[in-house]
């Protein structure tokens, strides 16, 4: 029998480790650390998106598509073998940066997740084939195998033209882009889809179609946004504004849904699965208007050369909306105890360190004062967020003790 409960608190693991390394790194501007800042990086970002997001999200799905398609032995053999790669991955690229080891690593996971792509396009019973949100996570994986494109080109772009090339960066960006746009954002409403369909909640099939290809053909199109740090032929800007208004457009609909249904969904979405899923979609329609205006000549100049601006975008989406509703989602499926300490001090954490950074970001851009000790101002924000974390994770122990 599969143990739900003991993968997700496996992905819960990895959250805490991931925000270690965020404090570690965010240390680093405060004081001289005996480790290699980039190398910590990398850790961090496999870490949370194949550890952590990965982890969480396919449990889900193996839970709402595939428990019952009598494969649970050959999945137990690919979930611990996909988490052999992940303990593979944690330790190697903090000693050694993109060296053999963690190569190796990584590229046997892309492989395993390739397996479960396989398994849950084969094995789902054709009855769930029909769901609207099986259509929408049938995409999110195919997402999830397209993203894998930018790891693959980047060995041959490394080994060519070297990572000071562009098409280094952009490659980092494709991947980045496909694993956060197109497959967490894109299973996560699946998952929102999956819930509404089990409360007996459907969108109509033209409501759906119209959601379903404004969200997609955004998806792919927001990646030229991704590009505009070249400062490319004003057709791509074009590109990008349009993407950015097709996945408001999408949104509007979904939005338009919850709302019209709210009193059922109120009747059967625990409350405090409610206020998180609030807040990430509070995030998400700051992350659709940043989007949206990040996308023009003036503004996508002044975002791309301001790493803060960078980083802080990342975290909102990351942070926020990824986080935040793979959390409430895994709260609703009776996996995970949420503390209310431990939700006000991610959502306080996470407030704090987003404004820190985006003030220091715009220190230069708007010439502002200067904040004084604004990265050890930051460096504890980020605390208060691995407190949360941690603070989460500690407590299932607990409950279940
Ligand atoms: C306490 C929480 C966290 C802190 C303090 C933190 C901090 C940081 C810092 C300082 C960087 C380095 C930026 C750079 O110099 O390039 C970084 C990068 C990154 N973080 Fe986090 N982080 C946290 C949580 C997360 C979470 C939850 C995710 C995803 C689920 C995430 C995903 C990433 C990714 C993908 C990068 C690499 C971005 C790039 O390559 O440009 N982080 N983080």
């Known amino acids: 029998m599969i143990s739900f409960k003991k993968h997700v608190h496996i992905a819960l693991g990895y959250f805490v480790l991931i925000a270690i390394m965020g404090v570690?790194?965010?240390?680093f501007a405060v004081t001289d650390l005996p480790f290699k800042y980039r190398y910590i990086v990398h850790s961090h970002s496999h870490i949370a998106l194949l550890g952590w997001v990965?982890?969480?999200?396919?449990?889900?799905?193996?839970?709402?598509?595939?428990?019952?398609?009598?494969?649970?032995?050959?999945?137990?053999y690919l979930f611990w073998g996909t988490q052999a790669t992940i303990l593979g991955m944690l330790f190697s690229f903090p000693f050694t940066g993109y060296a053999l080891f963690s190569i190796i690593f990584s590229t046997l996971f892309l492989i395993a997740s390739y397996v479960f792509v396989f398994f849950f396009l084969k094995h789902t019973p054709e009855n769930l084939k029909s769901l609207h949100s099986y259509k929408l996570m049938r995409t999110a994986v195919w997402f999830m195998v397209f993203s894998s494109i930018g790891p693959w080109a980047l060995?041959?772009?490394?080994?060519?033209?070297?990572?000071?090339?562009?098409?280094?960066?952009?490659?980092?960006?494709?991947y980045l882009h496909f694993q956060y746009n197109g497959w967490f954002l894109v299973a996560l409403c699946g998952v929102l889809l999956r819930i509404f369909e089990q409360n007996g909640i459907t969108l109509s099939q033209k409501n759906f179609e119209r959601f379903y290809y404004l969200l997609n053909a955004g998806v792919v199109l927001t990646f030229f946004i991704s590009i505009l740090w070249m400062q490319p032929h004003w057709l791509f800007y074009m590109l990008a504004i349009t993407a950015a208004i097709l996945q408001i457009g999408a949104f509007c609909i979904l939005f338009g849904k919850i709302l019209w249904e709210r009193s059922v969904l109120q009747k059967h979405i625990p409350k405090q699965t409610g206020i998180i899923l609030k807040f990430a979609g509070f995030c998400l329609?700051?992350?659709?208007?940043?989007?949206?205006?990040?996308?023009?000549?003036?503004?996508?100049?002044?975002?791309?050369?301001n790493m803060d601006y960078v980083i802080s975008y990342l975290h909102w989406v990351f942070i926020g909306l990824i986080s935040a509703a793979l959390a409430a989602f895994l709260h609703y499926f009776k996996w995970v105890f949420l503390s209310n300490t431990a939700m006000i001090l991610y959502i306080i954490g996470f407030l704090l360190t987003e404004s820190l950074?985006?003030?220091?970001?715009?220190?230069?851009?708007?010439?502002l004062p200067?904040?004084?000790?604004?990265?050890?101002?930051?460096?504890?924000?980020?605390?208060?967020l691995l407190l949360a974390i941690a603070w989460l994770f500690i407590y299932q122990l607990k409950k279940r003790a």
């Open 54 to 76: 990965y982890t969480g999200l396919t449990t889900i799905l193996y839970y709402l598509y595939l428990r019952k398609s009598g494969i649970s032995k050959k999945y137990t």
């Open 357 to 367: 950074i985006f003030y220091r970001g715009s220190m230069n851009v708007f010439n």
């Open 285 to 305: 329609a700051v992350k659709l208007t940043t989007q949206l205006m990040g996308s023009f000549p003036q503004t996508a100049e002044i975002i791309s050369g």
């Open 155 to 174: 060995g041959i772009i490394m080994s060519t033209l070297g990572n000071s090339s562009p098409w280094y960066r952009n490659a980092i960006y494709f």
């Open 24 to 27: 570690v790194l965010r240390l």
């Open 370 to 384: 200067a904040l004084p000790d604004i990265s050890f101002w930051l460096t504890m924000a980020s605390v208060l």
